[in-house]
């Protein structure tokens, strides 16, 4: 591959007994060194993270009596979040014999459109989201649920993590039966 | 009929340009990547609006896909005091030699009353067979390390110290293995601490794109 490019370019004439000294390329064969430079490259893609990874702030309410929040029935949407991605919600506070109007399921990719549809028909002093995960859902809903939040911007204070009631617990599975989710 | 020549060109490329453009990747990536931590298992976190960056001096609790905790204390200045009060607390019994051998380990992931054997064994246990530090209701062990923390870190900044506090989940990991650390947290009542994410640019059309807050505390 190596060129060698000994041409002396034109007979350039010099004196009679002047033995003519060969002129030696100076251009270099680069194509190892390209090699070189993209075996390097791929080396550093592997080895090295392109996104620096962030942190979200988390915020836990402290567990005494006193702090308890009274919430008005008006202002506030319980998301409930179950297994395999499944989110449920209800606004208020259920009643016995309205379960099956009040309870819903969602997905998280409507959720948001819920979630700022409440925001808007309710005045912020009123405005609660309540969130309660389920046993079987994911670190990742928690989280992508608490990004909602912030995405809808919702200021702290007007959502909490709750635990969950056993009534909820029995909608729950319920409807996981009757959709058919594993 | 005459033949048309084609004059013979050489199939030689200046490799010249390639070359530049090669180091200059190079040069690119090298700058703007860092060097992977080193990890104790290989977890993806969940991905998040929040566009701080985490810290690289961290006490960062690690939840892995089957629900296993492990613990990694990223301020070395501190780690030897940490150790050594869970040491005293708990009563490990650990010798002086063993506790310097722990020091020097980059996490902890089994139970406190397994430390000890885990020092003096011959044979290191790979990350993943370790059996992690226990997180259940009834037995949370992250309960006594945090407070060994906080009272390693006690008189100095508390804000210091909530930042350096982060909680890397695993995508898949249920949440009730979340829920204890959040309880082993408010046990020792810490009320903020962090979660690491994977960055997400925030979709286009919310609130939060509209309005982009001024100041995120």
Same mark, same amino acid.
């Given at each position: 591959?190596?060129?060698?490019?000994?041409s002396?370019?034109?007979?350039?004439?010099?004196?009679?007994?002047?033995?003519?000294?060969?002129?030696?390329?100076?251009?270099?064969?680069?194509?190892?060194?390209?090699?070189?430079?993209?075996?390097?490259?791929?080396?550093?893609?592997?080895?090295?993270?392109?996104?620096?990874?962030t942190?979200?702030?988390?915020?836990?309410?402290?567990?005494?009596?006193?702090?308890?929040?009274?919430?008005?029935?008006?202002?506030?949407?319980?998301?409930?979040?179950g297994?395999?991605?499944?989110? /449920?919600?209800?606004f208020?506070?259920?009643?016995?014999?309205?379960?099956s109007?009040?309870?819903?399921?969602?997905?998280?990719?409507?959720?948001?459109?819920l979630?700022?549809?409440?925001?808007?028909?309710?005045?912020?002093?009123?405005?609660? /989201?309540?969130?309660?995960?389920d046993?079987k859902?994911?670190?990742?809903?928690?989280?992508?649920?608490?990004?909602?939040?912030?995405?809808?911007?919702?200021?702290?204070?007007?959502?909490?993590?709750?635990?969950?009631t056993?009534t909820?617990?029995?909608?729950i599975?319920?409807?996981?039966?009757?959709?058919?989710?594993? | 009929?005459?033949?048309?020549?084609?004059?013979?060109?050489?199939?030689?490329?200046?490799?010249?340009?390639?070359?530049?453009v090669?180091?200059?990747?190079?040069?690119?990536?090298?700058?703007?990547?860092?060097?992977?931590?080193?990890?104790?298992?290989?977890?993806?976190?969940?991905?998040?609006?929040?566009?701080?960056?985490?810290?690289?001096?961290?006490?960062?609790?690690?939840?892995?896909?089957?629900?296993?905790?492990?613990?990694?204390?990223?301020?070395?200045?501190?780690?030897?005091?940490?150790?050594?009060?869970?040491?005293?607390?708990?009563?490990?019994?650990?010798t002086?030699a063993?506790?310097?051998?722990?020091?020097?380990?980059?996490?902890?992931?089994?139970?406190?009353?397994?430390?000890?054997?885990?020092?003096?064994?011959?044979?290191?246990?790979p990350?993943?067979?370790?059996?992690?530090?226990?997180?259940?209701?009834?037995?949370?062990?992250?309960?006594?390390?945090?407070?060994?923390?906080?009272?390693?870190?006690?008189?100095?900044?508390?804000?210091?110290?909530?930042?350096?506090?982060?909680?890397?989940?695993?995508?898949?990991?249920?949440?009730?293995?979340?829920?204890?650390?959040?309880?082993?947290?408010?046990?020792?009542e810490?009320?903020?601490?962090?979660?690491?994410?994977?960055?997400?640019?925030?979709?286009?059309?919310?609130?939060?794109?509209?309005?982009?807050?001024?100041?995120?505390?």
């Amino acid at each position: 591959m190596a060129e060698m490019d000994t041409s002396s370019g034109g007979g350039h004439k010099k004196g009679p007994g002047v033995k003519k000294g060969k002129k030696l390329s100076t251009r270099v064969d680069l194509t190892p060194m390209v090699d070189l430079g993209f075996l390097l490259i791929t080396f550093f893609v592997f080895t090295t993270t392109m996104s620096q990874s962030t942190a979200m702030n988390m915020n836990e309410p402290k567990d005494d009596d006193k702090s308890q929040l009274l919430v008005r029935n008006s202002g506030a949407m319980t998301i409930l979040l179950g297994k395999n991605d499944q989110v /449920y919600y209800y606004f208020g506070q259920l009643e016995v014999d309205k379960l099956s109007e009040q309870f819903k399921s969602t997905t998280f990719k409507q959720i948001r459109e819920l979630i700022v549809a409440k925001k808007k028909s309710t005045p912020i002093d009123n405005l609660m /989201y309540i969130i309660k995960s389920d046993k079987k859902s994911t670190f990742k809903n928690a989280i992508d649920i608490l990004d909602e939040m912030s995405i809808c911007a919702i200021p702290p204070g007007h959502y909490a993590e709750v635990d969950m009631t056993p009534t909820e617990e029995i909608l729950i599975s319920k409807t996981e039966e009757a959709n058919g989710i594993k | 009929m005459p033949k048309v020549k084609i004059p013979r060109k050489s199939t030689n490329i200046d490799m010249t340009a390639m070359c530049d453009v090669a180091f200059l990747l190079l040069s690119f990536f090298i700058l703007a990547t860092k060097q992977k931590p080193p990890e104790v298992l290989t977890v993806t976190p969940p991905a998040s609006v929040s566009s701080k960056a985490a810290p690289d001096k961290s006490i960062l609790i690690t939840l892995t896909q089957d629900g296993k905790t492990f613990l990694m204390l990223g301020d070395e200045t501190r780690k030897a005091a940490i150790l050594s009060n869970i040491n005293t607390t708990k009563g490990l019994n650990l010798t002086p030699a063993e506790l310097n051998k722990w020091v020097k380990s980059p996490f902890v992931g089994q139970p406190l009353n397994q430390i000890k054997s885990s020092l003096n064994a011959s044979v290191v246990t790979p990350p993943n067979k370790l059996p992690g530090i226990p997180t259940d209701s009834t037995n949370n062990e992250m309960i006594d390390w945090i407070r060994s923390v906080t009272s390693a870190y006690a008189g100095t900044d508390q804000r210091k110290l909530q930042e350096m506090l982060l909680v890397k989940g695993d995508q898949s990991t249920l949440y009730p293995v979340f829920k204890n650390i959040k309880q082993a947290f408010k046990k020792n009542e810490i009320y903020k601490f962090r979660i690491v994410t994977s960055g997400e640019s925030v979709p286009a059309g919310s609130e939060l794109y509209l309005n982009p807050p001024k100041a995120i505390n």
